[in-house]
């Protein structure tokens, strides 16, 4: 069995039950006992651990003991033959783990005399020129606060990072696979590869490696919303590894993680996730738990930022990406008295979803009563479709109730709308509408011919993904009115809020035909001018939003 310093003190703290494992961890250990520290044809280089260790603590930050027990493994190599035992190494961790910290002061260390190898080359690849950057400035900055001992060592720019005697260079690369070869790196480094849906940037970028001596790539990254890509696929492989028995043995894996989604309600587990928040903590790790705890309460209030939470904090993302626009609790509280007669003669907003002129079509008006959003609606539909689709809600008693209104016609017509708007501009002071493009030449014809001002949303989704944090944020705080309105209810509770690949969340159906939407749709139409046009909303700023 060989042993290291900083390896044997990580295991033997968890033995000891001083810090938490996630599975992952747990199966990590086993592996290496296993079949990795039980070799005798490998070595830690604990000359090049200790130089790269004392380097980035000394120019750069104080490392933790899980970062140190990585660094060790980075430089695990064959005795007889000068080869690096692991090519790759995986980090798959929660968002605030210091990983941009640990990329920059290795990759420094990488092109630095103490390394000592010639055109070492090392290439940081992200997504965005931003990401991409941060580890770059990092040690920008670093040189310039240290300069006059650093120029003995290294030249740089704001771009690329030189060691003179080494003559090796630390860049960035954005993620354009068309545009870029294999160049000649000593060590890749992908971060945030959650994103990637294929192998094509990394085969690419990849083709350079083997003409400097130790290649490594290091992909280092939280989770993310994109499933069934490249990511799942190469995680899946990660976790064969940690089974034991695989051919893939030159693959480091460390993965934090929550094991379990309910294990984010008690923050001593979140070190399983989190390992900086393994005892004693750091005032960085106390900052960071605090903030974290902050984000967690916060979820109460904000249910949207739950997939965020889940798969950057806890790494751990929601395996279906879609979540309600609010618990049935929450649509349940819209039920409040409309206040009519504070409403009187006060501007509002009206907004019309006239999708389909064979299906349902919503109308409404927007208030805005001190803390509430008011929405006063009405839909129409064909009584003939009604009885075709067969829905399941009592859509003949919520006829009954004055609801909506079932039309014995073989479509909408746009009249009805047009007379709706006009009854509720006698009521109150209604002079402007908004719709959607689909149908617009219908719909804003007739509209403007009654005197009405038409506002028209040329990408419904593009509001969408700006609007759902904060429409989830007023039914969890119950500043919603529908009045009595089953109708409403359930057009609410039939729409999910959909994370999409790139974070950004949309609002889809749960069912295409049965489950009816056209009165939600038409809120949020309402919402979009709401900042605009009503008089007592000093919070809801969306001016920013170009449509």
């Known amino acids: 069995m060989i042993h290291q310093k900083y390896v044997d003190a990580y295991i033997e703290a968890w033995k000891k039950g001083l810090i938490i494992f996630n599975q992952e961890r747990i199966d990590l250990v086993k592996q290496l006992e296993s079949e990795v520290l039980v070799r005798d044809d490998i070595y830690f280089d604990e000359i090049q651990i200790d130089q790269c260790i004392n380097y980035i603590e000394k120019w750069y930050f104080k490392l933790e003991l899980f970062q140190k ?40 260390y990488f092109i630095s005399p103490g390394h000592g190898i010639d055109g070492y080359n090392v290439d940081v690849v992200a997504n965005s020129e931003d990401q991409a ?24 720019t704001r771009t690329k990072i030189t060691g003179k005697s080494t003559m090796a260079e630390f860049m960035f690369r954005t993620s354009n696979a068309d545009t870029k070869d294999g160049g000649r790196p000593g060590c890749l480094i992908f971060d945030e590869w959650h994103i990637y849906e294929d192998t094509k940037l990394i085969n690419t970028l990849s083709s350079g490696l083997g003409k400097v001596m130790h290649r490594r790539r290091i992909y280092i990254s939280t989770n993310g919303h994109v499933r069934g890509g490249f990511f799942d696929k190469f995680i899946e492989q990660c976790l064969e590894i940690l089974q034991g028995g695989s051919k893939r043995q030159n693959r480091f894996v460390f993965i934090c993680k929550m094991d379990d989604k309910d294990e984010i309600h008690n923050p001593e587990l979140w070190e399983k996730a989190n390992p900086m928040f393994s005892k004693p903590r750091s005032p960085y790790a106390e900052e960071l738990f605090d903030t974290i705890m902050d984000e967690y309460l916060d979820l109460e209030e904000d249910p949207s930022g739950r997939p965020e939470f889940m798969a950057k904090r806890m790494n751990l993302p929601q395996e279906d990406n879609t979540v309600k626009i609010a618990s049935w609790k929450d649509i349940q509280a819209t039920n409040r008295p409309i206040p009519y007669e504070r409403l009187k003669n006060k501007t509002c907003v009206g907004a019309i979803d006239f999708s389909f002129i064979k299906d349902f079509t919503a109308c409404g008006v927007l208030f805005k009563d001190g803390e509430d959003y008011v929405w006063d609606s009405h839909q129409f539909a064909r009584r003939d479709f009604v009885k075709e689709a067969n829905l399941k809600p009592p859509i003949f008693e919520w006829e009954e109730e004055g609801l909506l209104t079932l039309l014995d016609e073989p479509v909408i017509d746009i009249k009805y709308m047009v007379d709706y708007f006009c009854d509720m501009r006698e009521k109150y002071g209604l002079d402007t509408i908004v719709g959607d493009t689909f149908r617009l030449d219908i719909v804003k014809q007739a509209l403007e011919e009654a005197g009405f001002r038409v506002l028209y949303i040329r990408n419904p989704h593009a509001i969408y993904g700006k609007l759902a944090p904060r429409i989830e944020t007023l039914f969890a705080q119950k ?32 069912d295409e035909v049965k489950r009816k939407t056209d009165g939600f749709v038409a809120f949020v139409y309402a919402l979009w001018q709401a900042d605009e046009l ?8 969306l001016d920013a939003i170009d449509f």
């Open 69 to 108: 027990f990585i660094i060790a493994f980075i430089f695990l190599k064959y005795k007889k033959r000068n080869k690096l035992f692991y090519k790759d190494i995986v980090i798959v961790i929660a968002r605030g783990n210091g990983k941009n910290g640990l990329i920059s002061g290795l990759s420094d």
């Open 133 to 156: 950057q941060t580890s770059v400035k990092e040690v920008y900055n670093m040189k310039e606060k240290n300069k006059p001992f650093m120029k003995k060592f290294f030249s740089w």
């Open 479 to 510: 500043r919603i009115v529908f009045g009595d309105n089953p109708l409403m209810r359930w057009n609410t509770n039939n729409i999910v809020v959909k994370v999409k690949n790139d974070g950004n969340k949309d609002f889809v159906k749960k």
């Open 534 to 541: 009503l008089q007592d909303d000093g919070e809801f700023l």
